[in-house]
């Protein structure tokens, strides 16, 4: 049996009329998450199925995603830290400094998912874009070795604030994983992303592979199947009732 997972899920609620018209509630978020436990911090994961499955999920809803990879920052560069995603840009602040490893870890359990550099932090740190967002996700590598998870605070666009806490499961150092949000309404939209580690100065995180996706880059919405059996029921019991009013009116008429 696979000691990894693998889920998607959404947040919200979604509604289902008579008209087969499918759509989600105000304030619902999809979720993309994936994880493959490490086997220790000298060790740097061959592959990361479960991960890169989340993320080929995460990016079959958006169309043209931008992608921070490190490969183009300075190796021991501290925050601030300006990033770039093609025509849209960012600025990191808070804890943390561009790192980078050519093979193997850096003998603590973190390593790039991508090229040779990724970004190292044991605290908060704060992501703030350039223009409104609806999309997020990214890699973590040798998170939960010390019981620590990943916070994530969106700040919207219109007010407020969406929190979201990454449901790793404890492992032995190395491990990596993958998390996306997406944002389905306008009201979604948001303009910084702020991390945190609920064990902060105690389990350092490594970070890859930033992506981020605005609103008009969103997919139409596919129904998942128990949408589909949804619409199906709904479509039969409209029909159902069409038929029964057509043979009532020929009984009439017979009659």
């Not at 693998?6 to 105000?26: D, H, Q, R």
């Amino acid at each position: 049996m696979s000691n990894t997972k693998l889920f998607v899920s959404a947040i919200g609620l979604v509604t289902i009329s008579l008209s087969a018209i499918v759509k989600p509630a105000e304030a619902a978020y999809l979720t993309y998450f994936g994880q493959d436990l490490g086997q220790g911090e000298n060790v740097r994961l061959g592959s990361t199925p479960n991960s890169n499955a989340a993320r080929n999920n995460f990016f079959s809803n958006l169309v043209g995603v931008g992608t921070e990879t490190f490969e183009s920052q300075t190796t021991g560069a501290s925050t601030p830290i300006a990033i770039a995603f093609g025509s849209d840009t960012a600025t990191i602040n808070g804890d943390g400094n561009i790192s980078s490893v050519v093979s193997g870890t850096n003998g603590v359990g973190r390593y790039p998912i991508s090229g040779n550099k990724f970004y190292e932090v044991a605290g908060p740190f704060t992501i703030t874009f350039n223009t409104a967002q609806a999309a997020f996700g990214f890699y973590g590598v040798d998170i939960g070795d010390f019981n620590g998870q990943v916070t994530l605070n969106f700040t919207k666009a219109g007010g407020g604030n969406q929190l979201f806490t990454v449901p790793n499961t404890a492992t032995l150092g190395g491990g990596a994983l993958y998390f996306g949000v997406i944002g389905t309404d306008p009201s979604d939209l948001f303009t910084s992303v702020s991390f945190g580690n609920t064990a902060a100065g105690t389990d350092f995180f490594a970070f890859d592979d930033f992506s981020i996706g605005r609103q008009e880059q969103i997919r139409r919405p596919v129904p998942v199947p128990g949408f589909i059996a949804g619409i199906a029921l709904a479509a039969g019991i409209l029909g159902g009732k069409q038929l029964r009013k057509r043979k009532n009116q020929v009984n009439q008429i017979q009659a």
